[in-house]
């Protein structure tokens, strides 16, 4: 049976990356220089995710026999977390940036569950397409400002592509909203998009721009903005199969597009350019 292995970020200037591993039952923090033993915790079955928090101080598993996920606190041994799924299941487990909400993917694509490690409430997402993908994270214009002032609150941005359309939701410290400004409309925040199927999102670092790809069936690339305005689109070719990966440059002026021509094309989101 293969490891599950996940990394820490750094979480303090002064601290060492961290690595967890899971062996049945057994979730083991180390220094991931020295391999020493940080901390030993116990699950309550074999595991089959582990998910580092962005800040560190918590790790989580999931087991989907058990149907539940663990939390454990890295910097305070006396703080520890149970969520048990029942009869929905568990697939998969998703941490949000703000590293205070924990996203349960049920299974059969039922629903995302979010739980807020602040307020201990929970609140749904039906019928997520994916388990394993759609879904970005992106931060606005006003989370980089309230960073860059050090204030309290932060906003975050959660999507999911259903059948030609995607969602946005709010998750914040104090908790969770999905209802915000689509088009200068009060609404859910569903907006569909010029895909047949659209298979998956990518989220720009710096918040500005969303890539989002058609089908394997086809090649089309298209490129918004977060309230739903299309930028651009691409097509490299009509006939045959269409992408497998798109990813952002750290500026966010270039997008990498991986498809089944064994092709690697790069986009100037700026220019539209290839």
């Keep these: 049976m293969p490891l599950s292995i996940d990394f820490s970020e750094l979480y303090r200037a002064t601290s060492p990356h961290l690595l967890a591993t899971a062996v049945e039952h057994r979730l083991v923090v180390r220094d991931a220089e020295t391999l020493q033993i940080a901390a030993l915790f116990s699950c309550s079955a074999n595991v089959d995710v582990v998910a580092w928090a962005a800040d560190s101080q918590l790790v989580a598993v999931a087991s989907k026999a058990k149907k539940c996920a663990q939390i ?41 569950t979010v739980w807020s490690l602040v307020s201990k409430e929970a609140v749904y997402i039906q019928y997520p397409k994916y388990s394993n993908k759609g879904y970005a994270f992106g931060m606005t214009a006003a989370t980089l400002l309230s960073q860059s002032v050090k204030t309290a609150r932060i906003l975050f941005q959660y999507m999911m592509p259903m059948t030609g359309r995607f969602s ?23 907006l569909s998009v010029e895909t047949t199927d659209l298979e998956d999102i990518a989220w720009s670092p710096d918040g500005r721009f969303i890539a989002m790809w058609d089908t394997i069936l086809e090649y089309k690339v298209l490129i918004y903005s977060p309230d ?47």
Excluded at 81 to 104: F, K, Y
Excluded at 168 to 190: A, C, I, P, Q, W
């Design 228 to 274: 739903g305005r299309l930028i651009s689109s691409y097509s490299a070719y009509e006939n045959g199969l269409g992408i497998k990966g798109v990813s952002w440059s750290p500026s966010a002026q270039f997008l990498a597009v991986g498809s089944f021509d064994e092709k690697l094309r790069l986009i100037n989101n700026m220019t539209g350019n290839h």
């Design 72 to 112: 454990w606190s890295i910097v305070d041994p006396d703080w520890k977390c149970c969520i048990d799924e029942g009869v929905s299941g568990l697939s998969n487990i998703l941490w949000s940036p703000d590293a205070r909400h924990l996203l349960v993917f049920s299974d059969f694509q039922l629903r995302i």
């Design 168 to 190: 946005r939701y709010n998750l914040t410290e104090t908790g969770f909203n999905s209802s915000m400004d689509v088009n200068g409309s009060k609404g859910h925040g569903t």
